[in-house]
Every structure is written in C-alpha cells, then in structure tokens.
C-alpha cells in the first residue's frame, strides 16, 4: 500500500473516531457544567488552541464551516470563560474518551505506536490548528487516551491539508461540500445556507481535490513501510469497529 492509498483509507475511520468523544454524553455534560453548548463547545474546543483571535480568524482556520455558525459558537463561548480553556477541557475529554472507548481495543499499543508515528512525520506548514494541537499536552498518557489523541491529530491533519487542496482547485468550502457525497446535507450540517450553485461543475473539481488531500497527508504515512501502512488501515478500521460495532466499516 502506498502512502497516498494509506491515506485515503484511513479518512473515514479518522473522521468517525475524531468526533466520537465530542458527541459522547459525558463530553456534553463536561460542557454543559462550562456553561456552553455543543456548538460552543465544539467550535472552541477544536479553536481555542489558537487563543483569543476574532471569529473572522477562527473561520479562516476551520474552513468548512460557515462563518456565521464559527461566529455564533466562538461568541457564545467567549461570552462565558477563555476559549484556550475550553481547548484544554476537549483536550481532557479526548483522553477520558479514549481511555475509557478504546483502552481494551486489541492491538491499541501497535495502534498508538503506528499513528504517533505518522503524527510526528507529518508536516504542518499552513495547518496552525494541526500545529497547535499537536504542541498541546496530553493529561493522560494511557494506551487508550494516547490513541484517541493520535487519530484526532490525523483527523486534523487531514482537514487541513483538504482545506488547502480545496483551495487550489478553485473551489470554496462550501462548493466542496455541495460537491461532495453528503451535498447539500453537509453544507447545511456545516452550517451554510442556500442559495447553492450548481452542483455539477463542482463535483470532478472536488474528486480531484480529494486526489490532492491523500497525496499532501500521505506524505507523512511514507514514514512507515508499506505493510506497516496496511496495518494502521486495518486497526484504526478495527477501532472503529469496537467503538461503533452497528456503524463500523471498511474505510473508503
């Protein structure tokens, strides 16, 4: 398996894992105690690594998700404690959820060893939020938590590199959303709002855009050899599975 193949595998089962913990009900409760919502939480607790900067800059870094709906969570979430704590609580629940989700995963040391590897081999030139996780400490350095950690960096790492080919096709975030598999059901998840372009134009700029993501991300998985790659396809698949037994399947 090459490492554009590796990459490219992977790119479900990053996404699944990478937001399991936001959406667990511990997780929401730990920001409910923070006074914030899920939106709020999650808009600050993926940004705030960046510390105070305006919501203009919170939407530039996350691409995908519309400006309005990046205003409304980073505002709300400003308006009641320090948005670099709210990253320090995701942080914290990243491990906790990992720990508790994935700390009996078979194989999850080989799984941590594998994906830290990539983590650490990946380049973060124009990801600050990928930087700035990845220079963020760990509260836990269990097998578990360190693995939910590792996925979520990859997770980050991937989106980023997306923004930047999404860019360079000449497609904006949201065109890239409508021209994707989920369409308009992911440009309204994301929080973007119609009037829509037309669809088909977007859709062999997107597929090509995809193209561009695996070979910028594969680069770091060229750190491992090529069964070595296979092999964290099949256990991040395999977590994904023993995570969401009724949902996990065969990255695409």
Same mark, same amino acid.
């Given at each position: 398996?090459?490492?554009?193949?590796?990459?490219?595998?992977?790119?479900?089962?990053?996404?699944?894992?990478?937001?399991?913990?936001?959406?667990?009900?511990?997780?929401?409760?730990?920001?409910? !105690?923070?006074?914030?919502?899920?939106? @709020?939480?999650?808009?600050?607790?993926?940004?705030?690594?960046?510390?105070?900067?305006?919501?203009?800059?919170?939407?530039?870094?996350?691409?995908?998700?519309?400006?309005?709906?990046?205003?409304?969570?980073?505002?709300?979430?400003?308006?009641?404690?320090?948005?670099?704590?709210?990253?320090?609580?995701?942080?914290?629940?990243?491990?906790?959820?990992?720990?508790?989700?994935?700390?009996?995963?078979? !194989?999850?040391?080989?799984?941590?060893?594998?994906?830290?590897?990539?983590?650490?081999?990946?380049?973060?030139? @124009?990801?600050?939020?990928?930087?700035?996780?990845?220079?963020?400490?760990?509260?836990?350095?269990?097998?578990?938590?360190? /693995?939910?950690? @590792?996925?979520?960096?990859?997770?980050?790492?991937?989106?980023?590199?997306?923004?930047?080919?999404? +860019?360079?096709?000449?497609?904006?975030?949201?065109?890239?959303?409508?021209?994707?598999?989920?369409?308009?059901?992911? =440009?309204?998840? @994301?929080?973007?709002?119609?009037?829509?372009?037309?669809?088909?134009?977007?859709?062999?700029? +997107?597929?090509? /855009?995809?193209?561009?993501?695996?070979?910028?991300?594969? !680069?770091?998985?060229?750190?491992?050899?090529?069964?070595?790659?296979?092999?964290?396809?099949?256990?991040?698949?395999? =977590?994904?599975?023993?995570?969401?037994?009724?949902?996990?399947?065969? /990255?695409?």
């Amino acid at each position: 398996m090459i490492p554009d193949q590796a990459a490219g595998a992977c790119r479900r089962s990053l996404h699944e894992l990478s937001t399991a913990y936001q959406e667990c009900p511990r997780t929401l409760s730990r920001a409910r !105690q923070l006074g914030l919502s899920g939106w @709020a939480f999650h808009i600050a607790g993926r940004a705030g690594v960046l510390g105070g900067v305006p919501a203009e800059t919170v939407a530039a870094a996350l691409g995908f998700i519309g400006t309005d709906a990046v205003a409304d969570g980073w505002q709300a979430a400003g308006a009641v404690t320090d948005p670099t704590g709210v990253a320090v609580v995701s942080m914290a629940e990243c491990c906790r959820w990992g720990a508790e989700q994935l700390g009996d995963c078979p !194989q999850v040391d080989r799984l941590v060893e594998l994906a830290e590897a990539v983590v650490g081999a990946a380049d973060a030139t @124009a990801m600050p939020l990928f930087a700035a996780w990845r220079a963020m400490p760990r509260p836990d350095d269990t097998a578990g938590a360190r /693995a939910a950690v @590792a996925v979520r960096l990859l997770a980050e790492h991937r989106s980023g590199a997306h923004l930047m080919a999404v +860019r360079v096709a000449g497609l904006t975030p949201v065109e890239a959303l409508l021209g994707g598999p989920d369409g308009t059901k992911a =440009a309204v998840a @994301a929080g973007w709002s119609p009037p829509w372009p037309p669809v088909g134009p977007l859709i062999r700029r +997107r597929l090509w /855009a995809d193209r561009v993501t695996n070979r910028i991300t594969g !680069q770091a998985f060229a750190v491992l050899r090529a069964e070595q790659r296979r092999e964290l396809v099949e256990l991040l698949h395999a =977590a994904l599975s023993h995570v969401r037994p009724a949902t996990g399947r065969p /990255a695409d």
